[in-house]
């Protein structure tokens, strides 16, 4: 017999929803249901150093009573992407070297992107360890600066890179 979990969408999932997700052969979600404002859609109470507090993603939904979940947009929110373009590849003795480089996109709905590779914020030395590829980054804010985990030449295996936008 095969077991089948149908939910409704969730920001932040409850730690029993993985065993869920483990527990069944089949895990559905069911976001052709219609969203409901202040609940758990669209956001979820935290436990901080301060005490409980509820972070929320804006979502747009004045006058849209009966819009789905799977509808349902996010307000004023810019998604970026960083990703890998292999924009080269040749044989070097019996190895196949792919070259990568970081490209960035935005989009408004995370369905439809535009590609702005001028902003990826990084692009190969012209000699050393990350002079063939950069790849697989990884971006992150700490103390009001942004930074870029990546690695350089043929996966990493000649370093890896920390880069600080300026």
């Known amino acids: ?68 979940i799977f509808d349902t947009k996010i307000d004023g929110i810019r998604w970026r992407m960083w990703y890998l373009s292999c924009t080269e590849w040749f044989r070097r003795q019996d190895d196949v070297i792919h070259k ?3 490209k960035y996109a935005e989009s408004s709905d995370g369905i439809h992107w535009e590609r702005q590779d001028n902003l990826s914020g990084i692009d190969v030395s012209p000699d050393g360890w990350d002079s063939e590829s950069v790849e697989y980054p990884y971006v992150f804010m700490h103390k009001d600066s942004k930074y870029m985990l990546y690695n350089g030449n043929n996966f990493g295996k000649t370093g890896l890179g920390l880069a600080i936008w300026n």
Do not use: C
């Open 100 to 102: 990568y480089h970081i």
């Open 1 to 68: 017999m095969k077991k089948v979990a149908i939910v409704q969408s969730s920001y932040i999932p409850w730690i029993g929803y993985f065993d869920l997700i483990g527990s069944v052969d089949e895990f559905i979600i069911y976001d052709s249901m219609q969203f409901t404002k202040r609940d758990w859609r669209n956001r979820n109470l935290i436990k901080t150093p301060q005490g409980k507090k509820w972070i929320t993603i804006p979502v747009l939904s004045k006058g849209k009573y009966h819009q789905t």
